[in-house]
């Protein structure tokens, strides 16, 4: 005799223009995440925006290499040359246009349905970039920008790769970030720089959501990272940023002068200054990696500079992001009226594999009375 099994089940469908989200992961749906129910999604760009041998084309393989260096199981893959796109027609696509209002907007469809247990699959994920907007797509030294022609550094141009990268953590069903420093908040002064080099990446927040929906990949992915940005606080559903600072021992910022954006501080030779710095674990396991503290005549930290101080901590990839000062001497031997730079770089020795190793150094610009 068959027994008739009733399955209660309710189908919401949701449209949501994630840019006016505030959380890091949607629960809507009777709390649970919203996600892809698969690791492996394809997007389409158009054919128009972005065509064989443009720039914007190299950024966006760019963003997706950047974007698939997370810790978790999901993974984005592009392909190039769609001459058809648009919202809600079972494609995953990337365009330009002129009528959209923020910058950038990614359009997630997803259904909360219910059988034997809820679930909010993600079913298409539209990103389009407004094309106004004065970008650049930072292909200067193959991934990495050049960092003086971006907003963050004094130049003109908004990095497309910081925004595409917030808009495909939307895509994977990140919601926005206002309690830390993440690529999830304000995505353009979310960004590593040592040197000349600008890069782009998801950072501690925003994988740390990826690892919540989609598990950890199991596959060694690791990395820390160091730069001179931090939390700034709320700035509506986004977190701000800011440089990180150079203070006193009394925790009172130093006097500084704006040079290229940046503040420039004056330190006095033999003075205990405090240096804070923003310590990231992108990857999926805790770390301790040692940090070596630097003196050097340019921007490019690296260990061919003076060493002035060493330490070692741990760093768990759990999304709180690290921020925090470390007391350094000025060294007596520099020159009063000399443009030098304090650096950190973590991982000296390179006894951390990493799937980043171009984001472990950093710098703060300072000058000798
Ligand atoms: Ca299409
Ligand atoms: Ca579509
Ligand atoms: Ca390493
Ligand atoms: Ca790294
Ligand atoms: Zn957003």
Not at 163 to 174: R, S
Request: glycine residues 10%; aromatic residues 12%.
């Amino acid at each position: 005799m068959k027994k008739l099994i009733l399955i209660s089940s309710v189908i919401a469908a949701s449209f949501l223009g994630m840019e006016t989200q505030a959380a890091t992961l949607d629960t809507s749906c009777n709390g649970v995440y919203k996600k892809w129910n698969t690791n492996s999604v394809t997007y389409r760009a158009s054919s128009v925006g972005f065509p064989s041998g443009n720039d914007y084309r190299t950024a966006l393989g760019h963003v997706i290499t950047q974007f698939n260096k997370n810790p978790s199981k999901i993974r984005f893959s592009m392909q190039y040359g769609d001459t058809s796109v648009g919202m809600n027609n079972g494609q995953n696509e990337v365009w330009w246009s002129s009528s959209i209002s923020a910058p950038a907007v990614a359009y997630t469809w997803s259904s909360c349905t219910w059988f034997f247990g809820w679930s909010n699959n993600i079913s298409e994920s539209d990103i389009v970039f407004k094309n106004t907007v004065n970008y650049t797509p930072g292909v200067e030294y193959g991934i990495r920008a050049r960092a003086d022609t971006l907003t963050p550094y004094g130049g003109a141009s908004r990095p497309f790769k910081t925004t595409a990268l917030h808009e495909f953590g939307h895509g994977a069903g990140l919601g926005h970030e206002n309690g830390r420093y993440s690529i999830m908040g304000q995505d353009w002064d979310h960004i590593h720089r040592n040197y000349v080099y600008a890069l782009a990446y998801m950072g501690e927040d925003a994988n740390y959501g990826l690892r919540q929906l989609y598990g950890n990949n199991a596959g060694n992915v690791q990395d820390v990272g160091l730069v001179h940005w931090k939390y700034n606080g709320a700035s509506g559903a986004y977190s701000s940023h800011i440089r990180t600072k150079l203070y006193n021992t009394s925790g009172v910022e130093l006097p500084y002068s704006f040079v290229n954006g940046e503040r420039r501080y004056n330190v006095s030779k033999g003075q205990q200054v405090r240096m804070e710095l923003t310590y990231e674990n992108n990857g999926e396991s805790g770390q301790a990696p040692t940090i070596y503290y630097y003196v050097s005549t340019n921007n490019f930290i690296s260990t061919a500079d003076t060493l002035i101080a060493s330490t070692s901590f741990a760093l768990q990839p759990e999304g709180s992001v690290y921020t925090s000062t470390r007391t350094v001497t000025i060294p007596s031997t520099l020159n009063s009226g000399q443009n030098y730079f304090l650096g950190g770089l973590l991982d000296p020795n390179n006894t951390i594999a990493e799937v980043e190793e171009s984001n472990n150094a950093t710098y703060i610009p300072i000058r000798v009375n």
